[in-house]
Nanobody, 123 residues
Framework: QVQLVESGGGLVQAGRSLRLSCAASGSIFGINAMGWYRQAPGNQRELVATITSASTTNYADSVKGRFTISRDNGRNMVYLQMNSLKPEDTAVYYC?????????????????WGQGTQVTVSS
């Protein structure tokens, strides 16, 4: 099992910045992709940004140029720097990790999620 613990959420005015952190622990061997998803009330959970162990990144169009994802493999941490925040960024942000383990029967993939951290952007 992999445990993910987020921190850094809060209430902020539009145009300001926040930095989210996520610490991974437990059976971290084999973790490849990590990232952030978010879910606003009444909406489905959506991708914000992901980063692989080789630091390849992917962003939702809505956050490109404003958010930056980074990763510290040595500390098993992933970060999301959020700049120029907008009220529509208000959501619960979830940390995500994908673990892949090769066995004699093939590659086994498991997805893990944190409990979420609330980000509220006021206008």
């Amino acid at each position: 099992q992999v445990q993910l613990v987020e921190s850094g959420g809060g209430l902020v005015q539009a145009g300001r910045s926040l930095r989210l952190s996520c610490a991974a622990s437990g059976s971290i061997f084999g973790i490849n992709a990590m990232g952030w998803y978010r879910q606003a009330p009444g909406n489905q959970r959506e991708l914000v940004a992901t980063i692989t162990s080789a630091s390849t990144t992917n962003y939702a169009d809505s956050v490109k140029g404003r958010f930056t994802i980074s990763r510290d493999n040595g500390r098993n941490m992933v970060y999301l720097q959020m700049n120029s925040l907008k009220p529509e960024d208000t959501a619960v942000y979830y940390c995500y990790a994908q673990r892949q383990i090769g066995t004699s029967t093939g590659i086994h993939t498991n997805d893990y999620w944190g409990q979420g951290t609330q980000v509220t952007v006021s206008s």
